[in-house]
């Protein structure tokens, strides 16, 4: 059974730092673009950002972009999203997302930027 987990959310302060990870299992993790989606209560899901299945193509919402960093382990079937200079609009419940068969969300992590 596909399934992602994320993990790696928490409070932390504006200007702070966190990274997200989301481990995948059930499915060849490789062969699949990935991404990372975001949202706030009231509002629509956001994409963040997504990266090819090798890596090898990468794109970030605007409002990320030079802050954000998404990776991935193939070996370890494992997605990451670096956040710096973190704001408190950056506050939301964070999900990995992988386009296998009609989609796999995980459960989301959530992330709060306040002082």
């Known amino acids: 059974q596909a399934r992602l987990v994320e993990s790696g959310g928490g409070l932390v302060q504006p200007g702070g730092s966190l990274r997200l990870s989301c481990a995948a299992s059930g499915f060849d993790f490789g062969r699949y673009a990935m991404s990372w989606y975001r949202q706030v209560p009231g509002k629509e899901r956001e994409r963040v950002a997504v990266?090819?299945?090798?890596?090898?193509?990468?794109d970030y919402a605007d409002s990320v972009k030079g802050l954000f960093t998404i990776s991935r382990d193939n070996y370890k079937n494992e997605l990451y999203l670096s956040m710096n200079a973190l704001k408190p609009e950056d506050t939301a419940v964070y999900y990995c997302f992988a386009l296998v068969g009609s989609g796999i969300w995980g459960q989301g992590t959530p992330v709060t930027v306040s002082s």
């Open positions: 990266i090819t299945s090798i890596g090898d193509s990468i």
